[in-house]
């Protein structure tokens, strides 16, 4: 028995091993792509295409766009490097839902209606719970992010809040492109995309499901997923009131 226990040790170890080869390969690829692309463009401008007015805009485009891109992927990696640290401190308050729930609906409905994407809440009056408001909102934020998304315009998301005695259910859903039944159990990994050139598109990192889940889970809580290609998908973050 003890040799079972010492051979599922090493496999352990080594797995380890090699999510962490995975996960620097991952970073350095991932920063590799934009660097590539901003410095490359900054050169042609600087080589003559800068006399050409429009070239000269499209390429300014890019590279900032590409900078965005650079930037939102070491905030994130800060980010999720901050959140697994052990030592990782909840700010802990009662959040009062009707009050808390208005920075997320304006940044939303703006973004919604940027795509033509209608968004509809449905909130439960007066439900409170003991979390860290700032972390929470950012699960939402993240969720109803990638709700606009993987959506098509004239599409919907939609964000429900409801509790019972020991826990609230935050469910956000879209109508969007759905995830596929052989990729879904692996979303929550750090860099994985259904699509790397969609996600890519839309600016995504492929760390946000990372995070949600990390937060999440800080909370003691849980994050579900059901999804129908084509047809849409709904997170469910249950936690718990008290802990
Ligand atoms: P990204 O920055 O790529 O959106 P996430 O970690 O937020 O990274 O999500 C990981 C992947 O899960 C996405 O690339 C996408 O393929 C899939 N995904 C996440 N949310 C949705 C959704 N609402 N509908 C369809 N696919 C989704």
């Known amino acids: 028995k003890g040799a079972v226990l010492v051979f599922h040790d090493i496999t352990d170890l080594k797995r380890v091993e090699q999510?962490?080869?995975?996960?620097?390969?991952?970073?350095?690829?991932?920063?590799?792509t934009p660097i590539t692309s901003i410095r490359g463009f900054s050169e042609t401008l600087l080589d003559g295409a800068m006399e050409d007015e429009k070239l000269c805009k499209q390429f300014l485009d890019i590279i900032l766009k590409e900078s965005s891109r650079l930037q939102a992927l070491v905030q994130d990696l800060l980010e999720l490097s901050k959140l697994e640290k052990e030592e990782l401190q909840l700010s802990k308050k009662m959040i009062?839902?009707?009050?808390?729930i208005t920075n997320i609906t304006t940044l939303i409905e703006q973004q919604a209606n940027n795509k033509s994407i209608s968004f509809k809440v449905n909130l439960e009056k007066g439900i409170s719970f003991y979390g860290d408001p700032d972390r929470l909102q950012q699960v939402v934020l993240n969720l109803l992010y990638n709700g606009i998304n993987y959506t098509a315009e004239g599409g919907e998301i939609s964000l429900q809040i409801s509790s019972d005695k020991d826990a609230v259910r935050i469910k956000v859903a879209d109508t969007g492109i759905g995830i596929p039944e052989d990729s879904i159990h692996r979303i929550f990994e750090r860099f994985y995309r259904v699509d790397r050139a969609r996600s890519r598109n839309t600016g995504g990192t492929g760390l946000g499901l990372a995070i949600v889940k990390h937060i999440v889970e800080a909370h003691k809580g849980k994050i579900e997923v059901e999804s129908e290609v084509n047809k849409g998908t709904t997170f469910t973050v249950i936690l718990p009131k008290e802990w």
Do not use: G, T
């Not at 009062?96 to 808390?100: A, L, T």
């Open 96 to 100: 009062h839902i009707d009050e808390w």
């Open 19 to 32: 999510m962490r080869k995975d996960f620097v390969a991952n970073v350095s690829h991932e920063l590799k």
